[in-house]
Protein backbone atom coordinates (compact mmCIF):
# COMPACT_ATOMS: atom_id res chain seq x y z
CA UNK A 1 0.00 0.00 0.00
CA UNK A 2 2.82 2.90 1.16
CA UNK A 3 4.84 1.61 -2.13
CA UNK A 4 1.75 2.40 -4.35
CA UNK A 5 1.57 5.82 -2.40
CA UNK A 6 5.29 6.90 -4.05
CA UNK A 7 5.30 5.36 -7.17
CA UNK A 8 7.15 7.14 -10.15
CA UNK A 9 8.28 9.46 -7.52
CA UNK A 10 12.03 10.11 -7.37
CA UNK A 11 14.42 10.63 -4.38
CA UNK A 12 18.34 12.18 -4.51
CA UNK A 13 20.67 11.36 -2.24
CA UNK A 14 24.39 12.98 -2.09
CA UNK A 15 26.89 11.10 -0.52
CA UNK A 16 24.95 7.76 -1.71
CA UNK A 17 28.15 5.35 -2.11
CA UNK A 18 28.54 4.40 1.48
CA UNK A 19 27.83 5.07 4.96
CA UNK A 20 24.45 7.26 5.66
CA UNK A 21 23.81 8.16 2.26
CA UNK A 22 23.80 4.32 1.57
CA UNK A 23 22.13 3.48 3.96
CA UNK A 24 19.31 5.95 3.06
CA UNK A 25 19.53 5.02 -0.58
CA UNK A 26 18.62 1.36 0.48
CA UNK A 27 15.56 2.92 2.42
CA UNK A 28 14.33 5.06 -0.07
CA UNK A 29 14.44 1.64 -2.32
CA UNK A 30 12.50 -0.59 -0.03
CA UNK A 31 9.89 2.70 0.15
CA UNK A 32 9.49 2.29 -3.47
CA UNK A 33 11.41 5.24 -4.66
CA UNK A 34 13.37 5.60 -7.71
CA UNK A 35 16.59 6.83 -7.07
CA UNK A 36 19.45 9.54 -8.07
CA UNK A 37 22.34 8.42 -6.33
CA UNK A 38 25.33 11.40 -6.03
CA UNK A 39 28.87 10.68 -5.10
CA UNK A 40 32.62 11.34 -6.43
CA UNK A 41 31.76 7.02 -7.40
CA UNK A 42 29.01 5.68 -7.32
CA UNK A 43 29.41 1.93 -8.27
CA UNK A 44 28.20 0.30 -4.70
CA UNK A 45 24.79 1.90 -5.13
CA UNK A 46 24.43 0.55 -8.79
CA UNK A 47 24.62 -2.87 -6.94
CA UNK A 48 22.84 -2.41 -4.18
CA UNK A 49 19.69 -1.66 -6.69
CA UNK A 50 19.80 -4.81 -8.52
CA UNK A 51 17.99 -6.27 -5.91
CA UNK A 52 15.10 -3.91 -6.34
CA UNK A 53 14.59 -4.38 -10.13
CA UNK A 54 11.23 -2.48 -9.77
CA UNK A 55 12.65 0.58 -9.36
CA UNK A 56 15.00 3.02 -11.44
CA UNK A 57 18.85 4.04 -10.65
CA UNK A 58 20.53 6.91 -12.29
CA UNK A 59 24.34 7.19 -11.13
CA UNK A 60 25.63 10.75 -11.02
CA UNK A 61 29.50 10.69 -10.10
CA UNK A 62 29.94 14.45 -9.36
CA UNK A 63 32.30 16.38 -6.97
CA UNK A 64 29.95 18.43 -5.62
CA UNK A 65 32.91 20.34 -3.82
CA UNK A 66 32.81 21.92 -7.16
CA UNK A 67 30.05 24.31 -7.55
CA UNK A 68 29.57 23.69 -11.02
CA UNK A 69 28.96 19.84 -10.88
CA UNK A 70 25.90 21.09 -7.83
CA UNK A 71 24.22 23.17 -10.91
CA UNK A 72 25.12 20.27 -12.94
CA UNK A 73 22.81 17.79 -10.79
CA UNK A 74 20.30 20.08 -10.89
CA UNK A 75 20.35 20.21 -14.39
CA UNK A 76 20.61 16.57 -14.85
CA UNK A 77 17.57 16.17 -12.77
CA UNK A 78 15.05 18.65 -14.22
CA UNK A 79 13.05 16.44 -15.74
CA UNK A 80 12.37 13.92 -13.34
CA UNK A 81 9.30 13.96 -10.81
CA UNK A 82 11.96 14.39 -7.68
CA UNK A 83 10.11 14.55 -4.86
CA UNK A 84 12.92 14.50 -1.99
CA UNK A 85 15.95 15.46 -1.88
CA UNK A 86 18.76 13.87 0.90
CA UNK A 87 21.87 16.37 1.12
CA UNK A 88 23.79 13.99 2.80
CA UNK A 89 27.42 14.47 1.48
CA UNK A 90 29.84 15.71 3.78
CA UNK A 91 32.74 15.12 6.37
CA UNK A 92 35.18 16.95 8.77
CA UNK A 93 38.61 18.53 9.23
CA UNK A 94 39.87 17.11 12.84
CA UNK A 95 42.88 18.60 14.50
CA UNK A 96 43.66 21.98 16.69
CA UNK A 97 42.70 24.86 14.06
CA UNK A 98 46.18 26.34 14.10
CA UNK A 99 47.22 23.24 12.45
CA UNK A 100 44.66 22.14 10.07
CA UNK A 101 44.59 22.04 6.35
CA UNK A 102 43.29 25.52 5.20
CA UNK A 103 42.76 24.15 1.55
CA UNK A 104 40.79 20.79 3.21
CA UNK A 105 38.54 23.35 5.40
CA UNK A 106 37.73 25.24 2.35
CA UNK A 107 36.75 22.37 0.19
CA UNK A 108 34.97 20.97 3.49
CA UNK A 109 33.13 24.70 3.14
CA UNK A 110 32.10 23.88 -0.36
CA UNK A 111 30.49 20.86 0.22
CA UNK A 112 29.17 20.48 3.48
CA UNK A 113 27.63 24.38 3.20
CA UNK A 114 27.93 25.73 -0.13
CA UNK A 115 26.56 22.37 -2.14
CA UNK A 116 23.98 22.04 0.58
CA UNK A 117 23.07 25.86 0.35
CA UNK A 118 22.57 25.87 -3.62
CA UNK A 119 20.73 22.33 -3.57
CA UNK A 120 18.00 23.62 -0.31
CA UNK A 121 17.68 26.88 -2.40
CA UNK A 122 16.98 25.18 -5.99
CA UNK A 123 14.93 22.54 -4.72
CA UNK A 124 12.88 24.29 -2.49
CA UNK A 125 12.10 26.78 -5.73
CA UNK A 126 11.06 23.25 -7.56
CA UNK A 127 9.08 21.45 -5.12
CA UNK A 128 7.28 24.73 -4.68
CA UNK A 129 6.67 25.54 -8.29
CA UNK A 130 5.24 21.90 -8.33
CA UNK A 131 3.46 21.97 -4.79
CA UNK A 132 4.93 18.92 -3.74
CA UNK A 133 8.59 17.64 -2.02
CA UNK A 134 10.94 17.59 1.13
CA UNK A 135 15.04 18.44 1.62
CA UNK A 136 16.39 16.38 3.69
CA UNK A 137 19.68 18.00 4.82
CA UNK A 138 21.80 15.71 7.30
CA UNK A 139 22.88 17.84 10.09
CA UNK A 140 24.68 16.74 13.15
CA UNK A 141 24.60 16.81 17.05
CA UNK A 142 28.25 19.20 16.31
CA UNK A 143 25.43 21.91 15.15
CA UNK A 144 24.39 22.12 18.84
CA UNK A 145 27.88 23.34 20.24
CA UNK A 146 31.10 25.02 19.00
CA UNK A 147 33.44 21.95 18.67
CA UNK A 148 37.32 22.54 19.97
CA UNK A 149 39.45 20.60 17.61
CA UNK A 150 36.84 20.02 14.98
CA UNK A 151 36.29 24.01 15.41
CA UNK A 152 35.12 24.38 11.04
CA UNK A 153 33.63 20.81 10.88
CA UNK A 154 30.99 21.97 14.16
CA UNK A 155 30.89 25.65 12.88
CA UNK A 156 29.57 24.23 9.34
CA UNK A 157 27.00 21.94 10.85
CA UNK A 158 25.76 24.98 12.74
CA UNK A 159 25.12 26.59 9.82
CA UNK A 160 22.77 23.12 8.18
CA UNK A 161 20.90 23.77 11.56
CA UNK A 162 20.77 27.33 11.25
CA UNK A 163 19.55 27.56 7.47
CA UNK A 164 17.32 24.37 7.70
CA UNK A 165 15.40 25.68 10.62
CA UNK A 166 14.96 28.89 9.18
CA UNK A 167 13.88 28.17 5.87
CA UNK A 168 11.02 25.50 7.12
CA UNK A 169 9.80 28.15 9.52
CA UNK A 170 9.33 30.30 6.58
CA UNK A 171 7.64 27.79 4.05
CA UNK A 172 5.07 26.89 7.36
CA UNK A 173 4.44 30.20 7.89
CA UNK A 174 3.43 30.80 4.03
CA UNK A 175 1.54 27.71 4.25
CA UNK A 176 3.81 25.61 2.00
CA UNK A 177 3.23 21.76 1.17
CA UNK A 178 7.35 21.97 1.25
CA UNK A 179 9.50 21.15 3.59
CA UNK A 180 13.10 21.63 4.85
CA UNK A 181 13.91 18.71 7.64
CA UNK A 182 17.33 19.23 9.55
CA UNK A 183 18.16 15.47 10.80
CA UNK A 184 21.19 15.26 13.17
CA UNK A 185 22.75 12.38 13.81
CA UNK A 186 25.20 11.37 16.54
CA UNK A 187 27.91 9.42 15.84
CA UNK A 188 27.66 6.64 13.65
CA UNK A 189 30.41 3.88 12.44
CA UNK A 190 31.55 4.87 8.95
CA UNK A 191 34.10 5.92 7.06
CA UNK A 192 33.58 9.57 8.03
CA UNK A 193 35.94 9.25 10.75
CA UNK A 194 38.66 8.24 8.52
CA UNK A 195 38.37 11.02 6.54
CA UNK A 196 37.71 13.49 8.72
CA UNK A 197 40.88 12.55 10.72
CA UNK A 198 43.20 11.79 7.41
CA UNK A 199 43.64 8.76 8.32
CA UNK A 200 43.00 5.59 6.00
CA UNK A 201 42.10 2.66 8.79
CA UNK A 202 41.33 4.39 12.07
CA UNK A 203 40.00 2.62 14.68
CA UNK A 204 36.79 3.80 15.22
CA UNK A 205 35.97 4.85 18.79
CA UNK A 206 33.50 6.86 20.50
CA UNK A 207 32.15 7.70 24.09
CA UNK A 208 29.27 7.57 23.19
CA UNK A 209 26.54 5.13 22.17
CA UNK A 210 26.85 4.73 18.30
CA UNK A 211 23.31 3.23 16.74
CA UNK A 212 23.86 1.22 13.87
CA UNK A 213 23.60 3.50 10.74
CA UNK A 214 20.95 1.60 8.76
CA UNK A 215 18.81 1.64 11.91
CA UNK A 216 19.19 5.78 11.87
CA UNK A 217 18.66 5.74 8.48
CA UNK A 218 15.56 3.89 8.58
CA UNK A 219 14.03 6.03 11.82
CA UNK A 220 15.14 9.26 10.77
CA UNK A 221 13.81 8.85 6.72
CA UNK A 222 10.53 7.96 8.46
CA UNK A 223 10.60 10.74 10.59
CA UNK A 224 11.49 13.17 8.06
CA UNK A 225 9.27 12.15 5.45
CA UNK A 226 6.30 12.67 7.79
CA UNK A 227 6.79 15.65 10.19
CA UNK A 228 4.29 18.19 9.33
CA UNK A 229 5.83 20.79 12.45
CA UNK A 230 8.58 19.88 13.23
CA UNK A 231 12.19 21.48 11.75
CA UNK A 232 14.61 19.21 12.61
CA UNK A 233 14.81 15.59 14.17
CA UNK A 234 16.94 14.41 16.93
CA UNK A 235 16.71 10.16 17.10
CA UNK A 236 17.67 8.00 19.94
CA UNK A 237 17.34 8.46 23.63
CA UNK A 238 21.23 8.68 24.00
CA UNK A 239 21.46 11.37 20.89
CA UNK A 240 18.38 13.58 22.58
CA UNK A 241 19.75 13.36 26.37
CA UNK A 242 23.65 14.76 24.99
CA UNK A 243 21.14 17.39 22.92
CA UNK A 244 19.09 18.50 26.39
CA UNK A 245 22.83 18.95 27.86
CA UNK A 246 24.19 21.10 25.66
CA UNK A 247 21.20 23.30 26.42
CA UNK A 248 20.92 23.02 30.13
CA UNK A 249 24.46 22.50 31.36
CA UNK A 250 26.54 25.78 31.37
CA UNK A 251 28.28 26.08 27.79
CA UNK A 252 32.17 26.30 29.71
CA UNK A 253 31.22 22.46 30.39
CA UNK A 254 30.57 21.53 27.09
CA UNK A 255 32.81 22.95 25.32
CA UNK A 256 35.57 21.38 28.30
CA UNK A 257 33.64 17.93 27.72
CA UNK A 258 33.76 18.48 23.57
CA UNK A 259 37.40 19.49 24.29
CA UNK A 260 38.19 16.31 25.62
CA UNK A 261 36.24 14.23 23.57
CA UNK A 262 38.06 15.19 20.55
CA UNK A 263 41.44 15.86 21.47
CA UNK A 264 41.60 12.31 22.60
CA UNK A 265 39.98 10.48 19.75
CA UNK A 266 43.07 10.18 17.06
CA UNK A 267 44.99 8.27 19.47
CA UNK A 268 42.29 5.90 20.32
N1 LIG B 1 29.53 9.40 10.87
C1 LIG B 1 29.18 10.23 11.86
O1 LIG B 1 29.59 10.06 13.01
C2 LIG B 1 28.27 11.40 11.56
C3 LIG B 1 27.62 12.02 12.65
C4 LIG B 1 26.78 13.10 12.38
C5 LIG B 1 26.59 13.53 11.08
N2 LIG B 1 27.23 12.90 10.06
C6 LIG B 1 27.00 13.40 8.70
O2 LIG B 1 26.45 12.36 7.92
C7 LIG B 1 26.75 12.60 6.54
C8 LIG B 1 27.24 11.31 5.90
O3 LIG B 1 28.46 10.96 6.51
P1 LIG B 1 28.90 9.44 6.70
O4 LIG B 1 29.12 9.25 8.17
O5 LIG B 1 28.01 8.52 6.00
O6 LIG B 1 30.36 9.50 6.03
P2 LIG B 1 31.02 8.59 4.87
O7 LIG B 1 30.81 7.15 5.16
O8 LIG B 1 32.44 9.10 4.78
O9 LIG B 1 30.22 8.97 3.57
C9 LIG B 1 30.35 10.23 2.95
C10 LIG B 1 29.66 10.21 1.61
O10 LIG B 1 29.84 11.49 0.98
C11 LIG B 1 30.42 11.30 -0.32
N3 LIG B 1 31.29 12.41 -0.64
C12 LIG B 1 32.40 12.80 0.01
N4 LIG B 1 32.97 13.85 -0.61
C13 LIG B 1 32.16 14.14 -1.68
C14 LIG B 1 32.21 15.11 -2.70
N5 LIG B 1 33.20 16.00 -2.77
N6 LIG B 1 31.24 15.12 -3.65
C15 LIG B 1 30.23 14.21 -3.60
N7 LIG B 1 30.13 13.26 -2.64
C16 LIG B 1 31.09 13.23 -1.69
C17 LIG B 1 31.18 9.99 -0.20
O11 LIG B 1 31.32 9.34 -1.46
P3 LIG B 1 32.63 9.47 -2.40
O12 LIG B 1 33.82 9.32 -1.51
O13 LIG B 1 32.44 8.38 -3.42
O14 LIG B 1 32.53 10.83 -3.01
C18 LIG B 1 30.23 9.17 0.66
O15 LIG B 1 29.21 8.64 -0.13
C19 LIG B 1 27.74 13.75 6.54
O16 LIG B 1 27.07 14.95 6.21
C20 LIG B 1 28.25 13.81 7.96
O17 LIG B 1 28.69 15.10 8.33
C21 LIG B 1 28.04 11.83 10.27
Given at each position: MAKQKIANQWAIVTG????LGYAYCQELFEKGYHVIAVARNCESVEELA?????QKVKLLNLDLSKIANVYQLAQETKNENVTCLINNAGYGVWGYFKDSDLEQELNMIDLDIKALHILTKLFVQRFSENGVGRVINVGSLAAFTPGPVFASYYAAKAYVWSLGVAVNTELKKTKSPVRVITVCPG?????FWNRSSNQSDANYHSTVKVMSTQKYAHKSLNKALKV???NYLITGTTNKFVKKLTKYVPQSWVLTSVYNYQRKRKEK
Open positions: ASKGKKYPNPLKTDKKK
